[in-house]
């Protein structure tokens, strides 16, 4: 795969919140699949198990919650570039952060063009 086909996987219930992000990296030419909660991503991506892609989830997810997500995708061996919006620190969320190079905490709300630079450079790493 290429940088052409670097796709962003976002995980939030907030449907606004995807089509937002969808819009934004759009303009920077990168694809975006959107789910409202852990469970819906893992069944689209474990069977496939793409690795030219990153993911942006909430942490505060209905069901199971982003750190259970990140820590599910751990056990299971993924390796997967992760930015995690958070709302506040936690001890466990920091926990979760500093269990893996590959994942990154943003707090919200972050400002666009930070986002942006860390997802591109994601691309530029994958």
Known sequence: MTRDNFVVHIVDPDQAIGDGLATLLGTYGIDVLSYPDAESFLKFWLPRRPCNCCLISEADLPGLSGPALLRELRELSVEIPVLLLV?????????????????????????????INRVLRLREET
């Open 87 to 115: 709302s506040t620190s936690s001890p466990e969320l920091i926990e979760v952060a500093r269990s893996s190079s590959q994942i990154g905490v943003i707090e919200k709300p972050c400002v666009d063009h930070a986002l």
